[in-house]
């Protein structure tokens, strides 16, 4: 299997090109196409996991194109996981996507094939500069995703603001990989690629720790645009006007993970740049907690699940930040989450896409008691919420609980607690959040306007089953149920199987003190009680009505305004775009239009005017030419004597 | 200056080269009868009486003529001086006769080409 | 005496014997038969092709050292091949039917050899012949279309301006042999010279006698009217390869064998490079005969190549005089399939408008409006040939480019390379309006259908161009490997 690795992103490129140009002649637009491609890229990816785990070999290879761009893949343990679930959840939301998208266009199954191969290639890429150019390539096919319905005024806006946010994190990306390249050139052998990744991970300790902490800040910076971290996160409860399965596909389960994959790809230089892991800590910790806060609110049921996931990457950032204490470790904790959460997202996402697609609304007040209507959308939406909440035997307990793990052993060993308590609170939130939303959707009488609504096609619902069981046994099967962290280990290696870097050495570097933290086993309960208690919350509220709901959200609680405002997002953003960004745009204008375009048309005409005069010695006459040669011979023994 | 001691023949066969028709234009100058009538004035063709314009058009087929006996003229003088070395006992190239004896093969070959061409296009035939 | 020794050693004349023997084979049958000449001439073509790439890595010398058989000249030869391939191929239209076919492949055939030969040269004397011999058949060729005015103007230019220039290398040759006393590259690049008049006087008479061939400013100004009015075919014949025999003699005759003076010939290239890039940039901004633009262009073109001799006589590393030497190797055979494409394509539109009885200017801008609708493979073809002699990313021209000016920087000379660049972003001006006029514009006149001979071989070119844009390792591998001659 090794050898077709480099196939995993080519083949949905080539279920793009075939969707794009032939997808219209096809049945069903061709919408087969991408699913047999991206089937053979999981079975690739699978096979390629299996082949490489016994040994925790390294696959790696590249192509040169001059020393200028290299294009190379690196399939370590840390990518060879991505790739099974990216690839997987990718085919489940395409097999979905037959049925729901079934007469919108070949261009969606086209463009979500060109999105699979752009996140494939993330995660592949053996080199920054290709790196790059996928994750760019993965913005592109977002925001065409989400102005899928580009007639929709309000689709058509949140492509834009989703591309425009994450620019901002593209940008500073781009910077730190700028200044990365600046050290790297001065440190490579000539024989090797300066962005390759084992070249940088082998030089790391060769970078000045202030520039490592700036570089690695910007890389933050990027991951947080395309993550949705805090401030940047703006974008990524809009983009849910995407149809719902490109929420589901890149939204929740794959793209917006790649800003979680950049750190912890990039990790090693985290954990020798001097306090970028606080801040991934910070960062994290805040995310989760302020995201979990207005998913509280939200009465569109795909914003509840954009907020519970801007929510979840942050305690994935949480995961990362704490490696400050628990060293490489983090890698495979963040990643066991990632992939647990890819799962259960993914399955909260076609539920309630199924759910739409029954009642044609998006809004959950309109929604109630659907459970008797619709079995297998409801029951396995509540396993996908019970993940979720964080509730025993499904994934989602042992990944969060690993995470809140981490974050308390930081606590304890670097004195600082808060990050452990703002995650902790988040758990009671977030169980509130989802119950809320699957209780005001599932249970009571139904207050839908008109229709009836059904259970969907096998198409849709098998792809819930197949998710609602990773969901279930995702992260216990891998990481707990058959003794000891294995997948939490397998990953945690991956830098010493690639570059052999060893992270004592790093962390010295960037100020560090790795420990082993003895944790108490009653602070472990302390997470399943907080969820326990929110599911119970919510059950009051939203089931029993006690207190009643409408008591509480009215606009007059400034609680409740305070949160339905998202933090008065827009009237700041307004802010910021309206009159700073406008005042640079309106200076640049000026400077644009009359020093750059002057200067242009001043080249421009000097150029055609020196033409002009120079013509005129084309005169068309033999004995002219002649002149000429014989001059110019003259003229140059002339100058070369004089020169001599 | 050894370099101009090289030259030194070249010098005085350019002297040589001014010297004889400027001579012989002043001696004839200085010993020619002068004397002025009208066919002094008439073009010399041989000492016959002109007929005619002198600037009539020549047909074009004329200098097809002349480079064709150009050609054939060069080849025989060609042929001079490689009868002359091509056995000289003094070169001592290995196979030097053959290769000679083959390369003149070769050219005159290619100028009989030359002439089968030039004699099916006619260009041997005076048409007026 | 025997006939094996001759073959073992003489086998390596074997694509020049073919050629040869093609091209008398051709002006006999032409004689009677007419229809068959273009294929004959392709399939000699072909065949010296294949025997010159079988003999790729031969190390040979024959006829007392003055012709040399190396990597060098085998690639030059195949540079040449594929040029006039390339025009045989496009010729089968353009000359279907014309009286004097005969002539015109014989002549076509005649002037490869004659460039193969210069390839071979090793000495003043054969190289002097062998560049008349490619010289001459060219001059009929620019004259070839009789009827057309304009055709007999470019020849009789042509023949003039190469007739004075001839005599101009000759007398440095003469000198070069005065000096020294030997006519042998190989003897004449251990010599060491005493800086004088007369090395300077050989050296710039020299370099005025090639620059002719080369197209360099100020010697260039044959060119835009022969390769305008030539037949386009010829002009991209005379663009392509005829143009690269001037390269090739000056590669051997100044970079081999006179590199003694090179700190003579280091200002004369720097000087002229300069010029020649800048000239020919600034008066194609202006023009509006395509075919005249592309002459202008093809002199910048030159001046680009030319600054590797630069780069060489400048430097005395070795990584870096290979890397200068590779590039103007590399850049040559690319320009051959740019230069040479591009002709092609706009004889293309010359053709179909001749053909189609519409009476213009046959190269005039206005034709190209909205060909891409009319005429879809050879806008798109010549788009692409713009933009590769502009040195767009992913054409044989980036990489050519980049190969020359990176010498440029890393022998020290980025002022030069500064130049050069600027004059690349000055070209691509002239260039991307071909392309405007081609895919904007509204179509002018109702074309019927693209000639195929005529598009295979622009397809063909535009193969290479894109062959050597896209995959040039193991071509820019070839041509430094060629260019160690010059260490």
């Known amino acids: 299997m090794q050898e077709y690795a480099v196939l995993i992103p080519l083949l949905p490129i080539f279920g793009f090109i075939l969707t794009l140009f032939l997808g219209r002649k096809l049945p069903g637009q061709g919408s087969f196409i991408p699913v047999l491609a991206i089937a053979g890229s999981t079975i690739i990816s699978v096979g390629v996991l299996l082949e490489i785990y016994p040994s925790g070999e390294v696959i790696h290879q590249s192509w040169h194109w001059f020393s200028l761009i290299n294009i190379g893949i690196l399939v370590d343990p840390l990518a060879a996981v991505m790739l099974c679930m990216v690839s997987f959840v990718s085919l489940i939301i395409h097999i979905y996507s037959m049925e729901y998208m079934k007469g919108q266009g070949e261009r969606y199954y086209a463009e979500t094939s060109l999105f699979t191969a752009g996140m494939l290639g993330v995660v592949i890429a053996d080199n920054l500069f290709l790196f790059f150019l996928s994750w760019e390539l993965v913005g592109l096919c977002s925001y065409l995703l989400i102005g899928y319905w580009y007639r929709k005024p309000s689709a058509a806006s949140a492509a834009k603001k989703a591309f425009l946010v994450t620019r901002v994190g593209d940008v500073l990306l781009l910077a730190g990989i700028f200044i990365t390249y600046a050290n790297m050139i001065k440190f490579a052998p000539d024989s090797q690629y300066p962005l390759s990744l084992l070249e940088i991970f082998r030089h790391i300790t060769d970078i000045p720790p202030l520039q490592l902490t700036l570089i690695t800040l910007l890389f933050l910076g990027g991951a947080a645009g395309k993550s949705g971290q805090f401030p940047l996160h703006i974008w990524l409860p809009d983009a849910m006007e995407g149809p719902t399965t490109v929420s589901a596909l890149i939204h929740a389960a794959t793209m917006v993970t790649a800003g979680v994959y950049l750190v912890a790809r990039t990790f090693p230089m985290f954990l020798a740049a001097p306090y970028s892991l606080v801040v991934v800590a910070y960062l994290g910790a805040f995310t989760a907690l302020i995201a979990a806060t207005m998913g509280l609110v939200m009465n569109d049921i795909k914003r509840v699940l954009a907020y519970s996931t801007i929510s979840q990457l942050g305690y994935m950032m949480l995961a990362l930040g704490s490696g400050a204490i628990i060293g490489m470790a983090a890698v495979g904790i963040a990643m066991l989450h990632l992939i647990s959460h890819a799962f259960f997202k993914a399955l909260l996402f076609l539920c309630s896409g199924s759910v739409i697609h029954a009642t044609h609304t998006n809004d959950i007040r309109l929604m109630g008691g659907l459970l008797s209507k619709m079995k297998i959308t409801g029951y396995t939406m509540l396993i996908g919420s019970l993940a979720l909440a964080g509730i025993p035997i499904t994934s989602g307990y042992y990944s969060k609980d690993a995470i809140i793990e981490a974050a308390l052993e930081y606590g304890l060993g670097s004195g600082d607690l808060l990050p452990y308590l703002m995650g902790l609170f988040t758990v009671l939130l977030t169980a509130t959040y989802i119950f809320r939303a699957w209780f005001m959707a599932f249970v009571g009488k139904s207050r839908l306007p008109k229709g009836k609504p059904h259970e969907s096609p096998w198409l849709m619902t098998v792809p819930l089953i197949i998710l609602a069981f990773c969901s279930l046994v995702f992260a216990g099967a891998v990481n707990s149920w058959f003794g000891g962290k294995i997948f939490v280990e397998y990953v945690g290696r991956t830098f010493e199987r690639i570059a052999g870097t060893d992270p004592e050495v790093l962390s010295a570097m960037g100020g560090y003190h790795l420990m082993e933290v003895h944790v108490e086993h009653s602070f472990l309960i302390l997470p399943l009680a907080f969820a326990v208690v929110g599911v119970l919350i919510a059950a009051m509220v939203y089931w029993a009505k006690k207190p009643d709901p409408e008591s509480i959200v009215s606009p007059t609680n400034p609680i409740y305004r305070l949160l339905i405002t998202k933090y008065y997002e827009l009237p700041i953003i307004d802010f910021i775009s309206m009159r700073i960004t406008m005042g640079v745009a309106i200076l640049t204008k000026v400077v644009e239009r009359i020093f750059i375009d002057g200067s242009i048309w001043l080249i421009t005409q000097t150029g055609f005017l020196l033409g002009e005069i120079l013509r005129m010695a084309q005169s068309g006459i033999v004995r002219h030419y002649a002149t000429a040669v014989a001059l110019g011979t003259g003229l140059l023994i002339i100058g070369l004597w004089g020169w001599l | ?128 | ?487």
């Open chain 3, 1 to 487: 005496m025997n006939i094996e020794w001759i073959l073992s050693n003489y086998g390596v004349l074997l694509p020049e014997a073919v050629l040869t023997l093609f091209a008398f084979a051709i002006i006999l049958i032409g004689l009677k038969y007419r229809s068959i000449l273009g294929y004959l001439a392709f399939v000699g073509g072909v065949v010296s092709l294949g025997l010159v790439i079988m003999n790729f890595s031969v190390n040979a010398t024959l006829l007392y050292n003055s012709l040399v058989f190396d990597p060098l000249s085998q690639f030059f030869k195949v540079v040449f091949l594929l040029v006039t391939l390339l025009t045989i191929i496009a010729s089968l239209r353009y000359y279907h039917g014309n009286a004097h076919q005969g002539e015109y492949y014989f002549l076509l055939l005649i002037a490869t050899v004659g460039m193969m030969f210069v390839a071979s040269a090793n000495d003043l004397v054969s190289l002097f012949v062998a560049f008349e011999l490619g010289s001459i058949a060219t001059y009929v060729l620019a004259a070839f279309d009789k009827e057309n005015p304009r055709s007999i103007e470019a020849g009789f230019k042509y023949f003039m301006i190469g007739a004075l220039s001839s005599a101009i290398l000759l007398l440095g040759m003469s000198l070069i042999y005065g000096i020294t006393g030997t006519t042998n590259f190989t003897a004449l690049s251990q010599m060491s010279f005493e800086m004088s008049g007369y090395t300077l006087a050989a050296l710039v008479l020299i370099i005025a006698g090639l620059g002719f061939k080369m197209a360099l400013v100020p010697f260039h100004m044959w060119a835009p009217d022969t390769y305008q009015g030539a037949p386009t075919v010829v002009s991209a014949m005379l663009a392509a390869g005829s143009k690269k025999m001037g390269f090739v003699a000056a590669f051997k005759l100044i970079v081999l064998a006179l590199i003694a003076l090179r700190t003579e010939w280091y200002m004369v290239f720097a000087v002229i490079a300069v010029i020649t890039m800048t000239y020919g940039n600034l008066v194609a901004l202006t023009q509006r005969s395509l075919k005249r633009m592309l002459a202008y262009s093809s002199i910048a073109q030159a001046g680009y190549i030319a600054m590797a001799l630069v780069v060489v006589s400048y430097t005395h590393v070795d990584s870096v005089v290979n890397l200068a030497m590779g590039g103007a190797l590399f850049y040559i055979l690319s320009h051959a399939f740019m230069k040479g494409g591009a002709f092609l394509a706009v004889g293309t539109v010359g053709y179909m408008l001749l053909r189609d009885k519409i009476k213009v200017d046959e190269d005039d801008i206005d034709n190209f409006s909205g060909l891409s609708k009319t005429a879809p493979i050879t806008a798109f073809s010549l788009t692409v040939f713009l933009f590769a002699l502009a040195g767009i990313p992913l054409t044989a021209g980036f990489v050519s480019k980049l190969l020359i000016f990176s010498a440029a920087i890393y022998g020290g000379l980025a002022w030069l390379a500064v130049i050069a660049i600027l004059n690349s972003a000055l070209s691509l001006f002239y260039y991307a309006r071909v392309v405007k006029v081609m895919y904007w514009d509204k179509p002018k006149f109702d074309l019927k259908g693209e000639p195929t001979a005529y598009v295979v071989a622009v397809l063909l070119a535009l193969l290479g161009t894109v062959l050597l844009g896209v995959y040039p390792g193991p071509f820019v591998d070839v041509a430094m490997k060629v260019a160690e001659v010059f260490l």
């Open chain 2, 1 to 128: 200056m050894a370099l101009m001691d090289n030259y030194l023949p070249l010098l005085v066969f350019f002297a040589f080269g001014i010297l004889v028709p400027v001579g012989t234009i002043i001696f004839i100058r200085l010993i020619a009868p002068r004397g002025e009538y009208p066919r002094k004035h008439i073009p010399y063709e041989c000492g016959w009486l002109p007929i005619g314009t002198a600037k009539i058009r020549f047909n074009v087929e004329y200098y097809t003529y002349a480079i064709v006996f150009l050609i054939f003229d060069v080849e025989a003088l060609f042929l001079y001086p490689w009868a002359v070395s091509y056995k000289n006992p003094l070169i001592t190239v290995p196979n030097f006769t053959l290769i000679a004896c083959i390369e003149m093969f070769l050219f005159i070959v290619i100028l009989l080409i030359g002439y089968v061409y030039a004699w099916k296009k006619g260009a041997l035939e005076w048409i007026r």
